[in-house]
């Protein structure tokens, strides 16, 4: 018996120590770090307990604003683009004609890079020569309608609709994730439900609520812990939009770990912001699979 | 009952055949299992093993040589991708000058070079020279840490030939004075390779389509206002356009109007916590951003625009005016070769301080004091900054050498920036140094007056608090 499990461990020691090398001793420093005041450079270090995390909770209304203003960017990933993601999905599951080709395209956006995105986006909302406002001089110009024209602006830099075009961004960028894991999550469902329920007299809406609903809970589980995830650590498309601005308007979590650790010269402190952000984020990832577990049909 | 026994022996028997068989493949199959169990397990580890291997040939293959260095080869990092070429050159003709091999390696874009600087500096493998990225408070953790050599002996030998031959303001950027705040050492400890200043530019050509003169633009504030205005009148063109999404641009202006509306001592009381910044004087300064909000002076999108963008929307005659530095020469020389601008210093708002922009150093090496071939990287980089090799560099690149003597060979625009490297000051060069939340609060606040959330006031108010707080907790 000692033997086998001495095997075992043998067999995992390997992947152990990889995972320790990169995944625990790293996570660990951070704990360490995170109740030091340290510029990054200098040897030595200055403990100072739980000041940081305290400075952080209480203390930095900015953090909390940019934790808020990601969990906004969230909010439109979790609705807008997963719904938009389940109509597209739902459509392809039909067998419509060239339902393979509109797989490769739906999923060209989360292949692409996020500056490259970014980048694009930056363009078309550009307040000076921004396609999006040329589009919306026309269409007054056509219309007759001014007021299409009043909404010319620079998006991007307007305090208004800066995070809401960023959020835009990132749905673009994100919906075609959510497109592929929800088509998969409906195709493993057995076609035999529905032509029971079919036979049975049910309509399309009922088919949809009463069979696809239920059986996709579990996807709908994953999907929302990778949007979730995701969403809130947005930071390459904020990078090459915003870079945070207007102001403090689309400032996200990881942009102000970055501005205390390089900007800020606080790499102590944003190891703590790193420590709580982490914390957040697991805490809701835990509670969203409680609750798909507790809404799915078919678990215990 | 015998047939019977014969029955149940020969079944015994059989039986028995059965088990020995049984047992016997068992046997066999637990000796396979345990074979392949042994497979696996040494195929694990083998490639464990082979891993751990490739990983460390890769690592050593990446990490610069300090402990060892080839001999005979310096090792130079930095961040600058329109030099690379230029470099290499010069790499080249000094080996074939001295015999000595030097290597450039380029790791861009600069925050990913700091982020390298940094993580080396931390696993001590810093190459023989290379260039920092930050503020006076980051240039200083790493001389304390011992990452840079003290270069002021090699400076002042032979009645400071070396010393001599750079601006005074590009060295200054690179000197700890006495009683520096940091505690370092008094000395020269970079080399400025070139030398640059923030002003203003402007678009000759929109100037003569306003009907203004090109070869007097405007030294007051109000001719400023009314010059972008004309100029948007008579050509729909945008007034003044900078990388403000990039907050140290707006540092940069703002503090160039702090000097000239409240002089360097109030602006240095300030920093030093003796003037709050709900003074009157620093409220004006703020009022400026919304007086050039207010009045349609600055291009749409400013405020999150970064500079590149900016250089383009210059270079396209988008803008009459920009807020840049004199690296912009050879950016706009890249962009619209026939682009007919000339250099103003910001308009004065106040007469009785002179205008200050920030300039000196552009960019500066260190010498790793750690390195074996600290002499020989020191030698390198006075060879560098002879008239010959900083003439070549200047008409490589368009940037303003740090030797003064390479001046006469210059254009006609780096020219005027040269002319006004006397009226530059620099936060790295200031006795004090602003906390980094401070500085940010007020950049991200001047954005805000722009964009018309908050009044110069608020963000005064707000600048203040975030002081006093930081001011209490570096007292903790």
Sequence with gaps: MAKRTFKNYLFILPALLLFAVFSIYPFIKIFQLSVYRWDGIMPTMKFVGIFNFKDIIFHNPIWWRSMWQAAYITLIALTLQNALALVLALICDRGIKFGNGYRVIFFIPPVLSGIVVGLIWNWIYNGNYGLLNHWLAQLSKWTHISYFSNLERAWLADPRTALTSVAIINMWKGFGWGFLVLLAGLQSIPRQLYEAAKVDGANAWQSFWRITVPLMIPTFGIVSIMTILGAMQIYDIIVSTTGGGPAYHTEVPITRILAAMRGNLQFGYACAMGLVFGAILLSVSLIIIKLSRKLNPLAG | ?476
């Design chain 2, 1 to 476: 009952m015998r047939i019977l026994n014969c029955k149940t022996q020969g079944l015994k028997s059989q039986i028995t055949n059965h088990k020995f068989q049984t047992n016997s493949n068992d046997r066999n199959s637990n000796d396979r299992n345990k074979k392949s169990v042994c497979n696996l397990v040494l195929g694990a580890w083998g490639l464990f093993v082979i891993w751990c291997l490739v990983l460390g040939i890769l690592l050593v293959a990446c990490s610069p040589k300090v402990k060892a260095p080839r001999e005979k080869q310096l090792t130079i990092w930095h961040w600058m991708t329109d030099r690379q070429d230029a470099f290499e050159e010069l790499a080249r003709r000094y080996e074939e000058k001295k015999g000595v091999k030097v290597k450039f390696e380029l790791y861009a874009p600069s925050d990913a070079y700091r982020q390298k600087v940094m993580a080396a500096a931390q696993s001590n493998t810093l190459p023989d020279i290379y260039g920092i990225l930050g503020g006076k408070r980051f240039f200083a953790s790493f001389v304390k840490s011992g990452y840079v050599a003290d270069l002021t002996a090699a400076m002042k030998a032979n009645k400071a030939e070396w010393e001599s031959r750079f601006f005074p303001k590009a060295l200054k950027i690179n000197e700890f004075s006495k009683d520096n705040e940091f505690g370092v050492k008094p000395g020269i400890y970079a080399v400025p390779l070139d030398v640059m200043n923030i002003q203003m530019v402007y678009n000759k050509s929109l100037f003569k389509k306003a009907g203004l003169d090109p070869e007097s633009p405007p030294e007051r504030w109000e001719e400023f206002i009314a010059a972008a205005k004309k100029i948007k009148g008579k050509t729909g063109i945008g007034g003044l356009v900078s990388g403000w999404g990039e907050i140290w641009m707006i540092d940069c202006l703002a503090n160039n109007y702090a000097f000239n509306i409240m002089g360097e001592e109030k602006v240095m009381a300030t920093i030093k916590g003796e003037v709050p910044y709900t003074d009157p004087a620093w409220v004006r300064v703020l009022d400026l951003f919304k007086e050039m909000s207010e009045q349609g002076v600055l291009v749409e999108g400013i405020v999150t625009m970064v500079n590149k963008s900016a250089e383009q929307m210059f270079a396209n005659e988008r803008a009459a005016f920009a807020f840049n530095g004199s690296w912009c020469v050879n950016v706009y020389q890249g962009m619209n070769p026939e682009l007919d601008y000339g250099v103003m210093l910001p308009p004065r708002v106040s007469s009785q301080n002179p205008m200050v922009i920030w300039g000196g150093a552009g960019s500066s090496f260190m010498v790793n004091a750690r390195s074996q071939q600290k002499e020989k990287a020191i030698e390198f980089l006075n060879w560098l900054t002879q008239k010959e090799q900083q003439v070549f560099l200047s008409s490589q690149t368009n940037n303003l050498p740090a030797n003064k003597k390479s001046l006469s060979d210059i254009s006609v625009v780096l020219r005027q920036f040269a002319d006004d490297m006397d009226n530059t000051t620099h936060p790295n060069i200031w006795s004090v140094s602003e906390y980094p939340l401070v500085t940010e609060t007020f950049d991200k606040g001047i954005q805000s007056i722009i964009i018309n959330e908050k009044t110069p006031l608020e963000v005064a108010k707000e600048v203040q608090r975030v002081k006093e707080r930081e001011m209490k907790k570096s007292r903790e």
